[in-house]
DNA sequence: GCAAAAGTGTTACCGGTACACCCATGT
DNA sequence: ACATGGGTGTACCGGTAACACTTTTGC
């Protein structure tokens, strides 16, 4: 397509290159994954992430941003690469690199009814069925990804309700590292960060007293360094 | 190639897939890069880091191993995957996806003639040309891959000789971290790891005591999850 | 009053840092 | 003897973990 003279590059073997991406989302105290029964063979019906194929004039970031729009329909998703899985049979219908991404969105806000017309269901971290080629592997080290990142960021903003109590903070830290964080601690590391800013109302849901509710400060999303939990 | 029937598969473009390695060596107390000077068109003569294109038996492991085998002549060396550079214009000899990794070999062990031959060329990391396309990216984002590694395992065993002392190792993360980590402090860091022996040989090349060599203990590399150094 | 979740306070401990100091040896 | 790099000891400080405790409110 580029090419205009006799090319070094035209000599060189072309791949089909995809990209898959685990999209997780929270709900219910639970990190969830959303899975799709693929559409056709190999491995027809069987459940896999969604994916999509690079095009030749986008970039792999705006190939899964296409695919998150056509998926959950949602623009503006927080995401990051994963890694490349390359194995020449990884993919019995043929050779095809495959880059993994994770992505994080908010579960109330995606087209629910996009994604159950194709067959879409979200699975809890804990408890998903096993899926086609690579992708248990995939899934594994997304979570580990962001699992990384929830150490050393923290997350939340794309995961939560835009107003969230630090009760729902500190569960959505312990499904993610699926290990209970203690609410005392944690929240006392929360402040040290100046990050979350306080609202006034309070959120009487899940208690009599009522919590009170916390948005992420605006331009501190994504910009810290802090630790926020120890490995 | 592995196509057998009318193919869903066979309807998406193909992409030219390469690899880029950036290789890390350790050299006078400084890390250092190996850079060549790019063979054609475009930009040629410009320095680059070696890559090669995937071919369509390999997985780009295998692909990184064969160039490495090209470039210094060595087997077994120790990689990593940093991340795909997808940009559709960022080469502009064509449509090239490039993975970046990099590797970690010991400068002394490899083959200088055919370094030479190709116009290869050491450079400190402190102190290097600017490179082709997004080659400079490549390598600061190798760089902070290495950090990072280097922070959650004791590295050193790819990039130091065999026979090593506590002080060459403390040089080494000073190199990587462009920081002085204070000896005393550093020494006793490593001795609560478990991953280095002590030998009775001592080095006197820079020292009228002489310092004790040490090496790393058999199964223990890249199995650690210590903390070396605080972030 | 009591249960239940929100939120605070107290204390002990561990690990990092800074830095002073001792050790061995060639010249 | 003294300079030089190797190696050890110590004292302080801050963050973390464990956990007891108080607050608020609906029932």
């Known amino acids: ?29 639970e990190l969830k994954l959303l899975l799709y029964p693929r559409r056709f063979e190999p491995n027809k019906g069987e459940w896999s992430i969604m994916g999509g194929f690079v095009r030749h004039d986008e970039s792999m970031d705006v190939t899964v941003k296409r695919v998150l729009k056509q998926t959950v329909n949602l623009e503006n998703i927080y995401m990051e690469q994963v890694r490349a899985y390359s194995e020449p049979d990884r993919d019995p219908g043929g050779r095809v690199i495959s880059m993994a991404y994770y992505a994080l969105i908010r579960i109330d806000e995606h087209d629910k009814e996009l994604v159950d017309e194709k067959g ?35 997350i939340g903003e794309e995961l939560l309700p835009k107003l969230f109590t630090l009760t729902q903070l500190n569960s959505l830290y312990n499904a993610i590292f699926q290990r209970e964080f203690n609410p005392g601690n944690f929240r006392k590391k929360l402040a040290t960060l100046d990050v979350l800013e306080k609202l006034k109302k309070k959120d009487t849901q899940s208690s009599k007293r009522g919590a009170f509710f916390y948005r992420f400060k605006k331009g501190k999303t994504n910009t810290q360094y802090e630790r926020i939990v120890k490995i």
């Open 1 to 29: 397509m580029m090419n205009n003279a006799p090319d070094v590059y035209a000599q060189h073997p072309k791949i089909s290159v995809a990209v898959d991406c685990v999209i997780f989302g929270y709900e219910e105290d």
């Open 120 to 154: 879409g269901k979200w699975w809890p971290i804990t408890n998903h069925p096993e899926m086609i080629f690579d992708h248990s592997q995939m899934v594994s080290d997304a979570l580990e990804k962001l699992q990384n990142k929830a150490t050393f960021n923290l």
